[in-house]
């Protein structure tokens, strides 16, 4: 056992608990805040080479021993994630002092911030398949508060549909949890896989795999993502970025671990269903991108279509399409992220984010610009950026084992983000400068924690060669589950 594991949980939790105390003390809660996603982030790089150094970690709650009581555990794909989480995580935080007001930071924005962290990495460290339904609703009991923060018309009018849908979405997953343990009676998912093996994947525990992926493509936006383009334009900018960046992302996690770990019997049937799921996410998810002229829904459509390229590793299923969905998935947090932060500065300068309104930007804030530009890059998969790895990996996959409609659909949808982004780029930039309805703002204190997102961005292409033997160590987990079976109940 490793105490370690549960750190990067703890520490947030415990921060987003001090916080609570200091409501009005706005710069002690900065402060705090600060110290704590640094910290965060050496301890989680430190589970990583922990993870690589000696194999898969794990932590047995009270000393209870699967399949009984609570267990964390860190293979390499949760550590990975964990850590692009604390990366993503301070960059928001640090954009957040400069953007999202005193008024909301007095108002328990921070404490949410953090507990928001702990929903996430506890989703992504838990073994256990209740306690991570507990996780997800720890994350979007925060979401719920960060998504209406501020109480304008919108947020209130988009949170109604966001709450509505994810209080559907928890209680069939708890009924998927209810009628599996009532199958196999454990809920421990190194144990599941086990039972489900020894049952035969068939019948009732098919169904239950479809309730399963019904859950988590309603949380990731997997096909059922009608209620995500609305929702995530309501927040301020910062939140936006957390919600495309991580909430998503948890979603399409649990997909791969359930659909890797516990039902990978019958992949004619799950995997099938995923692949169609995914390339229908793609082609609306671009179709969306090109359609709308505003800056918001062009990056939130872009994360649907992201969403689905990710499944689409997972559906093809073999080491190449998994390595790259893994290293896209790690990419697409960072860039999101980026392209997000990016774009609220571009929004605050122009003083609207509708592009008709805009133009000329590039002279007054080139910085801004270029940046956006190659983040702009780095998503639709330009080498030597860090989409271009994970986007090849996954082509690559594609073509192996013959998806060729399915890959034809992946590879031709970056053609459209590309368009949707460079429409982006040349609409506010380039042209004549307008004159803004609303006069903009500043990029103080705007561009500095993007900068660090797009040093990684620029990073995970280059230093491609470093990152993806960790990227394989975690591949070898999903496709083969006797390795996460044997860390976890010491067989």
């Known amino acids: 056992m490793n105490n370690v594991v ?79 989480t604390t990366l993503v995580s301070a960059a928001c935080l640090f954009y957040a002092f400069s953007s999202i007001g005193e008024s909301r930071e007095k108002h328990y924005f921070y404490p949410f911030f953090h507990f928001l962290i702990v929903g996430v990495t506890g989703s992504f460290l838990t073994g256990d398949i209740f306690n991570l339904f507990v996780c997800f609703e720890v994350m979007l009991i925060a979401s719920y508060a960060l998504i209406t923060i501020g109480g304008k018309k919108n947020q209130l ?54 309730l399963f992926l019904i859950v988590f493509g309603l949380k990731a936006g997997l ?13 301020p900018i910062v939140v936006i970025a957390l919600f495309g960046a991580l909430l998503t992302k948890v979603g399409v ?13 019958e992949t004619a049937i799950t995997q099938t269903l995923i692949g169609w799921m995914s390339v229908i996410t793609i082609a609306l998810g671009v179709i969306g991108a090109v359609a709308y002229r505003d800056v918001n829904r062009i990056l939130i459509y872009n994360i649907v279509a992201a969403v689905g390229f990710i499944s689409f590793g997972l559906a093809v299923g073999n080491r190449s399409a998994i390595e790259g969905a893994i290293f896209y998935l790690m990419h697409d947090m960072i860039v999101k992220a980026l392209l997000f932060l990016l774009g609220g500065a571009l929004i605050t300068v122009a003083g609207t984010g509708r592009l008709k309104e805009m133009g000329g930007l590039i002279k007054k804030h080139p910085m801004l610009g270029w940046m956006f530009f190659i983040a702009a890059m780095a998503l639709v998969g330009v080498p030597p950026l860090s989409g271009f790895v994970g986007k090849l990996l996954v082509i690559q996959g594609g073509l192996e084992d013959g998806f060729y409609l399915w890959t034809a659909i992946g590879l031709g ?3 459209l983000i590309l368009y949707s982004m460079m429409k982006i780029f040349m609409k506010a930039f380039w042209g004549e400068e307008h004159q803004p309805l ?15 997102l797009l040093i990684l961005v620029v990073g995970l292409g280059l230093g491609a060669e470093w990152v993806l033997p960790y990227v394989s160590d975690a591949g070898k987990v999903l496709l083969d589950p006797e390795i996460y079976i044997q860390a976890v109940l010491k067989e």
């Open 6 to 84: 549960i750190l990067p949980l703890l520490i947030p939790l415990f921060t987003a608990v001090v916080l609570i105390f200091f409501q009005q003390q706005v710069n002690l809660q900065r402060v705090i805040s600060s110290i704590s996603v640094l910290l965060n982030v050496g301890v989680s790089l430190y589970v990583v080479v922990q993870v690589k150094q000696q194999g898969i970690q794990t932590l047995f709650m009270g000393g209870w021993v699967p399949p009984y009581g609570i267990v964390f555990v860190a293979d390499m794909f949760a550590a990975l994630l964990v850590l692009t």
């Open 157 to 210: 009018r988009e949170s109604l549909k966001y709450i509505l849908v994810n209080i559907v979405s928890s209680i069939l997953f708890v009924a998927s949890v209810a009628y599996l343990y009532a199958v196999v009676g454990t809920l421990n998912m190194a144990h599941l896989s086990l039972r489900v093996a020894e049952a035969g994947q068939g019948g009732i525990l098919n169904v239950i795999a479809v």
């Open 223 to 235: 096909f059922l993502f009608f209620w995500l383009p609305g929702s995530y334009n309501a927040p």
């Open 253 to 265: 996690y649990a997909i791969f671990r359930i659909f890797t770990l516990i039902f990978y019997h």
């Open 413 to 415: 949808s970056s053609l």
């Open 438 to 452: 609303i006069e903009g703002g500043s990029t103080k204190g705007l561009l500095v924690p993007a900068a660090g």
